[in-house]
Structures are given as C-alpha cells and as structure tokens.
C-alpha cells in the first residue's frame, strides 16, 4: 500500500547526509520490477536507474543511445518496486546538455513520469550551471564525476581519471557540484587516495565506483556484482557477490531438458 496517507520509512536523502563520515552505504543499479523488489528485500538503501541500462538491458555498446522514454519505463517500474528504497534516476545523454531550460524540464518529466526522487547527470565543472538551475527547481540532484560515460569518446576510452596532475580536475570539479548545490556525488575510476582526499573534505556523501573504499557509499552495475549474463568481461574494480548468469543459464537448460524428456509438466501442474 502506498500514497499521501501511508507513512513509510522512505530512506531519503538527508538520511544518507546523515551518515556521511558514519557507516558506509550501499548503491546498486536496478531497471525493473522485480529486481528492486529483490534488493530492496536485501535492505539496499539507494536504487539508480543508471543509463547502464543501455549496455546491460538493451544491449548497446554505447550509454549514449538509450532515450528520456526508455528510462522513464525503467525507472516506473523500478519505483513500482523499491518499497522504501531511495531512486535516483540517471538523465540519459541529450536530455540535459543544451541548456538549464532543457535539463530542468527532463529533469521534472522523468520525475513525474516515475515517482523517482533524485536525477543525477554527469560533469562537474561544466555542469555547474545546471546543477544550480535544478537545485533552484527543487530537485535533489546527485552529480557524477571522474569518468563520466555518456563522454566516452570524448575522454578517449575507459580510463581512470585524476591520475598525477589531472587530479586537480576532480578537486575542482568536485568544487564546483558541491557550490551548485549537489546533494551527493558519484565518483567513477578516480585513484583511490585522491577519493579518500576529497571524501575527507567534501560535504555531501561520495559515492565509488572503482574510486576505493573510502567513499561514503559504494554503487556497482547489479549485472556485473552477479555475473549477469555468465562470463564477458568486466572492469577490474567489480566485486562479483553472485553467479545469477550461469544459475539463469542451468535452469533454463533443465528446463528444456524437462520438456524434451516429458518430465515438464507433471500431473500436479495440469488443471
Ligand atoms: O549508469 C550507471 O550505471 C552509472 C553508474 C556507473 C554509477 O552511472
């Protein structure tokens, strides 16, 4: 049961401020149902219907072909299953970068459409601006920085970011989400120590992935924590916590071995 009149103990974000510098927590993508239904049931605190879900649900090489349509059906159905779980909803690429006009009314239809409670978009310095104009709407806004995806080309490949002299960058686009009012960030492939540094100083919760354990909370890509599809390969930072792939893949094969052989359906399953 839901609505205005229920009380829940939605996890929100002033909840997870609260425990920075305190107890780590976890983040873990999630674009439907029954898989929110699942790691809500485990006690995840924040879902993210990342644009991850363009590789891993819609199988595209790149984060940058999935649409503002296809996320608002994903991130629906992740609410519809979240219980009290916060949802972070991932802007996809072109839905935000031409202007705060633009990335506020995205930002307003993809809430609207999903019942989600914070966007996230990716940049630091350069997003500045719109974190600001999303702020002024009243949306609770995550950044993401170090490696940003949707600017793969851009940034010449899958790298780690903040290497040597580079890392001033981070510092300073870190700087600028937090001056803009960000209320958590997402570090991706940064140098460890460089995570913890800026974690030590930053005011809103960090959030890592492939940034070491220092963050405030860790997110991964549920396919790659549970081996989802069986084997491929996956970045060196992934902790693997299951093996949902090649579990999907045995049952799938005794079914059809159970129909093949006639032991599928047995006389209690017939009406
Ligand atoms: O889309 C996504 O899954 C993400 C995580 C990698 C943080 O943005």
Redesign the pocket.
């Known amino acids: 049961m839901s609505g205005y009149l229920v009380p829940t103990k939605q996890v929100r974000v002033t909840d997870l401020q609260a425990r920075k510098g305190d107890k780590p927590w976890a983040m873990l ?1 999630c674009y439907d149902y029954s898989s929110a239904r699942a790691f809500s049931a485990a006690g995840i605190e924040c879902l ?1 219907v ?4 363009a590789n891993v649900m819609l199988g595209y090489s790149s ?1 940058t072909s999935i649409t503002l349509d296809d996320m608002a059906m994903l991130g629906a159905a992740v609410v519809r299953g979240a219980g009290n779980a916060l949802v972070v909803m ?1 802007m996809p690429f072109g839905s935000y970068e031409a202007s705060d006009e633009q990335a506020v009314r995205s930002a307003t239809e993809l809430l609207q459409r999903t019942g989600a409670h914070v966007v ?1 978009l990716e940049g630091g310095v350069r997003m500045a601006d719109r974190i600001a104009a999303l702020k002024r709407a009243g949306l609770a806004v995550c950044a ?1 920085v170090g490696f940003t ?1 949707q600017s793969v080309n851009g940034l010449g490949g899958f790298k780690v970011q903040g290497r040597g002299d580079a890392a001033q960058a981070v510092r300073e686009d870190v700087d600028a989400v937090v001056k803009a009012g960000a209320d958590m960030v ?1 570090f ?1 492939m940064v140098p460890a120590d460089l995570a913890a540094e800026i974690t030590a100083q930053c005011p809103i919760p960090t ?1 890592g ?1 492939g940034a070491g354990a220092q963050c405030d909370a860790q ?1 991964l ?1 549920w396919h790659d924590m549970l081996a989802l599809p069986e084997g491929g390969r996956r970045p060196s930072f992934v902790g693997v916590f299951g093996q949902v792939g090649a579990e999907m893949s045995r049952g799938a094969a005794a079914y059809k071995e159970a129909v093949e052989t006639g032991t599928f359906p047995l006389p209690e399953q017939n009406f």
């Open positions: 993508t993210l990342g644009d991850s879900a984060t991932d996230k993401h995806p997402v991706e959030v992935i997110v890509v």
